[in-house]
């Protein structure tokens, strides 16, 4: 029987792992999130061109699952093809590859300074873009630190009378060895830490390499099931791109399970230690991989059209028919559960909103006049919630009700109807612009579209940020997101004024585009602002809110 402080120990240093792998992903989305989805959008060229950008993503945010979850969303939106979503997929299964080799060497010398640096830019500096780097550079010392205390933790089952018995019974059934960690990779999330522990094991020599090849060759089948089952509720061309990511890796590695199994595969070549083969290892089968499959994209394309074909009456996925309404109803209810019920369906609102501006700068950029529409249509089914949770909150308010749910239902209804006034600016200016652009052809300046972009991306972080406080009710999260008014209010007033130093240089494409240009700021300023008033009433009642901006007169 194992300890308990020894199992503590290592779920321990397992969870720490997890979650630096994902603050160093998310802290690279909140920072260059923007610049990121360019970058994909851009490289249209060729299938060559497209995995070697999926691969340059996937370093960047540890995480070749981001990069499938992204180009799924791209596919939806017309802007990519299904080969080159999985193109792009392939090169990022090599990222993450890389990501595996370069955190395999012996940093943990650099923890200290890491920790030191990142701690310091995350702390002391309040730019968006400083702390997020900073959290990134936190993420990768707390990587190193897990991985380190991986190590330690194992260091006592070397001496385990049960661990023989176990590792012999995986090198008897390689196939289990390869299902066991393909299910490990999925159950986490991230190839990239199932991998790292794996490697991390093997260097304790508690993983000898007749296990741990099949191992890693599951642990790549497992990555490929997570970006598989993260799209599974978006539209058809959006579900085939993972899925012929899928159908190649797992094709290869059981190919690769089974070429284990009849040859003896000479691993003195990949390195001098069994850690550093297994890494040498994972990262040939991908680059592999990518070098056999790219050119088999487009068959493999028709083939998974032919395995999620379209249905003959697809439901529309704007339809609200689909998704069952979170308002609850009934004589019997209390006001407290209702008022609940209202604030689920309030959140349900919310995210509708969010998807319709989620695509809102990829329309602007390349949408045609069918895609612009499909968005736009998911107004009505904002208008019909918003309608929905407004008569409920009355229907509630005929009851009995304490003056705090009285507060509590107002407070509801008018971020409902702020919502409601979001999905209009999107509809009826955000859209229209998008659609003028595209009958046009008109083309922004680098300039221009890199500061639209930057906006976007900064008031979709705070559409998210606005549904925390709205489920939270958490104060420090209300002054970060009333304070971002006043940040955005800035970096409005600055692109204006850069709009208009650019026209007065006579750039050709800010003159064409300047109605374009100064329309979409003002929209979005005026989007993050209705999102800001979620906060108005958790920091008023705390007392930390001013009445008024005005100074006092002398």
């Not at 090198?171 to 060895?177: F, H, I, M, S, V």
């Not at 919310?350 to 998911?378: F, H, S, W």
């Not at 007033?493 to 006579?506: F, N, V, Y």
């Not at 750039?507 to 209705?530: C, F, G, P, Y």
Request: charged share 20%; with cysteine; glycine share 8%.
């Amino acid at each position: 029987m194992l300890p308990v402080a020894f199992l503590m120990h290592l779920a321990g240093a397992i969870m720490l792992l997890l979650w630096a792998v994902r603050m160093v992903r998310t802290g690279v989305e909140r920072a260059h999130g923007t610049r990121l989805k360019s970058a994909l959008r851009d490289a249209r060229g060729g299938n060559m061109q497209m995995a070697a950008a999926g691969t340059i993503l996937a370093i960047v945010l540890q995480s070749s699952t981001a990069v499938g979850v992204l180009a799924a969303g791209f596919a939806t939106s017309g802007i990519l093809t299904v080969s080159s979503g999985i193109a792009a997929l392939l090169g990022a299964d090599l990222g993450s590859a890389l990501v595996v080799k370069i955190l395999s060497f012996n940093l943990s010398g650099l923890i200290p300074i890491l920790l030191l640096v990142g701690a310091t830019m995350f702390l002391k500096f309040e730019a968006r873009t400083v702390r997020q780097s900073g959290r990134i550079v936190l993420g990768i010392a707390f990587i190193l630190l897990s991985l380190k205390m991986v190590g330690e933790a194992t260091e006592p089952l070397r001496d385990s009378a049960a661990l023989p018995g176990l590792i012999g019974y995986l090198k008897g059934d390689p196939l289990t060895a390869f299902v066991v960690a393909a299910v490990i990779a999925w159950v986490v999330h991230s190839s990239v830490a199932t991998v790292l522990l794996f490697v991390t094991f093997a260097a304790s020599d508690l993983l000898p390499l007749e296990v741990a090849l099949p191992m890693v060759l599951g642990a790549n089948v497992g990555g490929g099931v997570i970006a598989v089952w993260l799209t599974r509720g978006m539209e058809i061309e959006a579900r085939r791109i993972p899925l012929g990511n899928l159908i190649f890796r797992g094709t290869a590695a059981l190919l690769g399970l089974a070429a284990l199994q009849v040859i003896d595969v000479p691993m003195g070549y990949l390195g001098g230690t069994e850690a550093v083969q297994l890494v040498n290892f994972h990262l040939a089968f991908n680059l592999a991989l990518v070098l056999i499959a790219i050119p088999l994209v487009r068959p493999m394309e028709r083939l998974t059209a032919v395995l999620l074909p379209v249905p003959v009456a697809e439901i529309d996925p704007v339809a609200t028919d689909a998704i069952a309404s979170m308002l609850q109803r009934g004589p019997a209810l209390l006001p407290s559960v209702a008022l609940a019920s209202a604030k689920r369906e309030l959140l349900r609102m919310g995210e509708t909103v969010c998807a319709m501006y989620r695509p809102v700068m990829e329309l602007m950029d390349g949408g045609n006049l069918e895609q612009i529409e499909r968005v736009r249509k998911i107004d009505d089914q904002v208008n019909r919630m918003h309608t929905d949770i407004k008569l409920f909150i009355a229907e509630v308010n005929r009851g009995k009700l304490s003056d705090r749910e009285i507060r509590q239902g107002v407070e509801l209804t008018d971020f409902s109807i702020n919502l409601e006034h979001i999905g209009d600016i999107i509809a009826k200016s955000l859209l229209a612009l998008a659609k003028e652009r595209s009958q046009t052809n008109l083309h922004f300046s680098p300039e221009g579209w890199a500061e639209m972009c930057n906006l976007h991306a900064r008031v979709e972080t705070n559409f998210q940020l606005a549904l925390n406080v709205l489920v939270s009710g958490d104060t420090e999260s209300a002054r970060e997101l009333v304070k971002e008014k006043e940040t955005m209010r800035q970096l409005e007033r600055d692109s204006h004024d850069r709009h208009l130093a650019r026209l007065r240089e006579g750039h050709s494409d800010s003159i064409n585009t300047s109605n374009i240009h100064l329309e979409t700021v003002r929209a979005l300023k005026e989007i993050n602002s209705l999102l800001v008033t979620v906060a108005y009433p958790i920091l008023t009642e705390s007392g930390q809110l001013l009445q008024s901006r005005l100074a006092q007169p002398a």
